[in-house]
T-cell receptor
Framework: RKEVEQDPGPFNVPEGATVAFNCTYS??????FFWYRQDCRKEPKLLMS?????NEDGRFTAQLNRASQYISLLIRDSKLSDSATYLC????????????WGAGTKLIIKP | NAGVMQNPRHLVRRRGQEARLRCSPM?????VYWYRQLPEEGLKFMVY????????ESGMPKERFSAEFPKEGPSILRIQQVVRGDSAAYFC????????????FGNGTRLTVT
C-alpha cells in the first residue's frame, strides 16, 4: 500500500457542481496535512492546510478523518479555473520535514 | 515579501555539459527542498537542506547530482555531464522548518538536454 494514495481521475465535472475527493494515508501517526493545486507546467501552490476540526476557505472545505486515515477536499460551485491537479501532502510521523506527496487527482471543470 | 526565487526559468544544455540551478528561499526560511517532475508525472523528492547542511539526500541520484545551501547566497542544484533523461522541471521549495509549516514553491527551472 502506498503511503499516500489519491484517485488519479480525471474527474470531469460541470461548472457549478460540487466535487469531492479523498486522499488516504498509511501512517496513523502523521500529524500535518495539506492540499496543494498544480496547474499544468506550473509550480504546486498551497491551497489549504487541513486541521483536525476541519476548515473552510470560501468554496473549499477540507476535512481530516483520523479513524479512517483520510483527508478530503470539497469544492462547491466549481469554476472553470478550478481545473487543475490537486495534490495531497502528509508529513512522515516523527519528522517535521519529511513530506509524502500523493500523485494527485486531476480535476476538469467543463462549461 | 518576495517568494521563492528560482533561476533560470529555462535552461538548455547539450549532453555532457553541466547544469546549475539556483534557488533563493523566502525571507526567513532556512529550509530548502528540491524536487524533480517529469512530464505527466508527480513530484519526486530529491534533497532537503538547511543552511550549510544536507539533511536528507535520499532522493538524489548518487552520481552527477549534488546540492548545496551555503551560509551566504542561494541553494544550488548541480548536475554534471547531463543526459537526456535529466530533462525535467526542477522545483525548489522553502519552509521555516516548524512542524505543520507548509512548503512554498518557486516557479521551477525547466531543463532541456539536447
Amino acid at each position: 500500500r502506498k503511503e499516500v494514495e489519491q484517485d488519479p481521475g480525471p474527474f470531469n465535472v460541470p461548472e457549478g457542481a460540487t466535487v469531492a475527493f479523498n486522499c488516504t494515508y498509511s501512517n496513523s501517526a502523521s500529524q500535518s496535512f495539506f492540499w496543494y493545486r498544480q496547474d499544468c507546467r506550473k509550480e504546486p501552490k498551497l491551497l489549504m492546510s487541513v486541521y483536525s476540526s476541519g476548515n473552510e476557505d470560501g468554496r473549499f472545505t477540507a476535512q481530516l478523518n483520523r479513524a479512517s486515515q483520510y483527508i478530503s477536499l470539497l469544492i462547491r460551485d466549481s469554476k472553470l479555473s478550478d481545473s487543475a491537479t490537486y495534490l495531497c501532502v502528509v508529513n512522515m510521523a516523527g519528522s517535521n520535514y519529511q513530506l509524502i506527496w500523493g500523485a494527485g487527482t486531476k480535476l476538469i471543470i467543463k462549461p | 515579501n518576495a517568494g521563492v526565487m528560482q533561476n533560470p526559468r529555462h535552461l538548455v544544455r547539450r549532453r555532457g555539459q553541466e547544469a546549475r540551478l539556483r534557488c533563493s528561499p523566502m525571507k526567513g526560511h532556512s529550509h530548502v527542498y528540491w524536487y524533480r517532475q517529469l512530464p505527466e508525472e508527480g513530484l519526486k523528492f530529491m534533497v532537503y537542506l538547511q543552511k550549510e547542511n544536507i539533511i536528507d539526500e535520499s532522493g538524489m541520484p548518487k552520481e552527477r547530482f549534488s546540492a548545496e545551501f551555503p551560509k551566504e547566497g542561494p541553494s544550488i542544484l548541480r548536475i554534471q555531464q547531463v543526459v537526456r533523461g535529466d530533462s525535467a522541471a526542477y522545483f525548489c521549495a522553502s519552509s521555516p522548518g516548524q512542524l505543520g509549516s507548509p512548503l512554498h514553491f518557486g516557479n521551477g527551472t525547466r531543463l532541456t538536454v539536447t
